[in-house]
Nanobody
């Protein structure tokens, strides 16, 4: 499967933005998926993850309920709805996919994802 993230942009603090990740190639529904982000000078960090059937989602603690991950397998698309954006959310956002087992115990680990999109830039001004 190949991934391409899009939907980033420049917004003001407090506004919302919805990212999309389009999958092509093999059936996207066969893969668990996640969003990660990387700010300048910082390590890549986990944002949110969703199981292949979407029956379970996982979030980074620091989000405090501001973001929602979802997917529509029929359209081979992964989403990230971001609300109440803050300047510290400024980063390059990546989507990733994996078919690994034991996902519920490792979803936050970037090393288990074998396919990555190129990322889309989100900039939040204060």
């Amino acid at each position: 499967v190949q991934l391409q993230a899009f939907g980033g942009g420049l917004v003001q603090a407090g506004e919302s933005l919805k990212l999309s990740c389009a999958a092509s190639g093999r059936a996207f529904g066969n893969y668990h998926a996640a969003w990660f982000r990387q700010a300048p000078g910082k390590d890549r960090e986990f944002v949110a993850a969703i199981r292949r059937s979407a029956y379970a989602t996982y979030y980074a603690d620091y989000l405090k309920g501001r973001f929602t991950i979802s997917r529509l397998n029929a359209k081979n698309t992964l989403y990230l709805q971001m609300n109440s954006l803050k300047p510290e959310d400024t980063a390059l956002y990546y989507c990733a996919a994996t078919s690994t087992a034991s996902y519920s115990s490792r979803y936050y680990n970037a090393e288990i994802y074998h396919t990555w999109g190129k990322g889309t830039q989100v900039t939040v001004s204060s």
